[in-house]
T-cell receptor, first 113, second 110 residues
Framework: EPEVTQTPSHQVTQMGQEVILRCVPI?????FYWYRQILGQKVEFLVS????????KSEIFDDQFSVERPDGSNFTLKIRSTKLEDSAMYFC???????????FGPGTRLLVL | KNEVEQSPQNLTAQEGEFITINCSYS?????LHWLQQHPGGGIVSLFM???GKKKHGRLIATINIQEKHSSLHITASHPRDSAVYIC????????????FGKGTKLTVNP
């Protein structure tokens, strides 16, 4: 069964450093999402992406965040200057079209020290 | 106020018991997901439904659109069912993003 993959599985970084989280969505999917889950809290929406542009973003997704689909397979989330409060699990998800089940990657656990 | 509310927050059961987890939502939705999150953190979709009832093995999900309420039932619960169960809604309009409940932590003891 096709699956969404994410790398790395864990990342530890120093405050102020840039990180790039990578996702490979399912190959025929067209809509892509990033969510995050701070430890002990609910999953929160960050951004959705379609047709090479952001279609919706949350208040969390400020100027420190950016997304990109640099080629036909990868979907990346960049945090320019990490803060302690960016420590969380980051999930990538994708769907082929509206009305279908959303498929999640296994997550990247980011720890900012 | 959260747009998606779940209850209970924590649930402990004995193996074999019938489990019910409830979800209510305050926004218009196009569909509702029930998701399972294991201790390692990964999220798996169990059901997506917009009306009626769906069944998969020992899991049953129902939704009542008029009452803005959904339930997830587990029959003959087993310790391997221990996980966090999350209700998440596709809100109407927008980009089909999911709005999540806080989750219900289920522990099934042998």
């Amino acid at each position: 069964e096709p699956e969404v993959t994410q790398t790395p599985s864990h990342q530890v970084t120093q405050m102020g450093q840039e990180v790039i989280l990578r996702c490979v969505p399912i190959s025929n999917h067209l809509y892509f999402y990033w969510y995050r889950q701070i430890l002990g809290q609910k999953v929160e929406f960050l951004v959705s992406f379609y047709n090479n542009e952001i279609s919706e973003k949350s208040e969390i997704f400020d100027d420190q965040f950016s997304v990109e689909r640099p080629d036909g397979s990868n979907f990346t989330l960049k945090i320019r200057s990490t803060k302690l409060e960016d420590s969380a699990m980051y999930f990538c998800a994708s769907i082929r079209s509206f009305g279908e089940t959303q498929y999640f990657g296994p997550g990247t656990r980011l720890l900012v020290l | 106020k959260n747009e998606v509310e779940q209850s209970p927050q924590n649930l402990t059961a004995q193996e074999g018991e019938f489990i019910t987890i409830n979800c209510s939502y305050s926004v218009g939705i196009s569909a509702l997901h029930w998701l399972q999150q294991h201790p390692g953190g990964g999220i798996v979709s169990l059901f997506m439904l917009s009306s009626g009832k769906k069944k998969h093995g020992r899991l049953i999900a129902t939704i009542n659109i008029q009452e803005k309420h959904s339930s997830l039932h587990i029959t003959a619960s087993h310790p391997r069912d221990s996980a966090v169960y999350i209700c998440a809604a596709y809100t109407q309009g927008g980009s089909e993003k999911l709005v999540f409940g806080k989750g219900t932590k289920l522990t099934v003891n042998p």
